[in-house]
């Protein structure tokens, strides 16, 4: 276990939240969510338990705020007239999260969902809720709220399409969808789906 050594020199508060969110996702990667302990964090983030107290109260409070730090924000182009570059965008921010660290985490909490359903509900509310609560929904109610989308059509499935794409492609070849693949899911199904068909789409994004 990659353990580090207390450092003497004195780290600034926001070094010590950043080397306690990194040791968090660590920790619980290697642990699992039964054996992680503050005190194990601390080791690995070669922090005192009183420095991860005087920011959080538990160490599942640390593993949700490290997770939500490690959530990607979705944006709009700057001047929020780009339905079709700005799911892509979206969707490559997906893949790019699923590549990395928290993701394998995520699913270790969806495990438990009959065994701890408070840490599930907790990982909704606290983490996907506070971004969008899907990848897409942040653009696609943006352009809603601009006229350019029909709210109606914004039902939970719609929503979903493009996150349930990248998830379900990923499962049937272990891989991530390729920028083709994320091209194929917004032309062929998001944005049809959002009144947009392919000859109405924008040009090839860059």
Do not use: N
């Amino acid at each position: 276990m990659g353990v580090k050594e207390p450092s003497t020199r004195r780290r600034s508060p926001a070094d010590v939240r950043d080397a306690c969110r990194s040791a968090v996702i660590a920790e619980m990667t290697e642990q699992g969510l039964g054996r992680l302990s503050v005190e194990g964090v601390a080791r690995r983030a070669g922090v005192a338990k009183t420095s991860i107290y005087r920011h959080w109260p538990s160490v599942e409070d640390l593993l949700l705020d490290a997770l939500a730090e490690a959530l990607p924000v979705e944006q709009v182009s700057p001047k929020g007239d780009a339905l079709r570059s700005d799911l892509l965008r979206s969707l490559e921010q997906l893949v790019g999260w699923l590549d990395g660290p928290t993701a394998p985490v995520v699913t270790m909490i969806l495990a438990e969902r009959q065994r701890r359903p408070d840490l599930v509900e907790a990982l909704y509310t606290r983490v996907f809720d506070t971004h969008g609560k899907r990848f897409t929904r942040t653009v696609i109610e943006h352009y809603a709220a601009r006229g350019i989308v029909d709210h109606g059509l914004l039902t939970p499935v719609v929503v979903d399409i493009g996150e349930a794409l990248v998830l379900k492609h990923q499962i049937d070849t272990g891989k991530p969808p390729d920028t083709d693949a994320l091209i194929a899911i917004v032309d062929q199904a998001i944005l049809p789906a959002l009144g947009h068909p392919p000859s109405h789409r924008e040009g090839s994004p860059t």
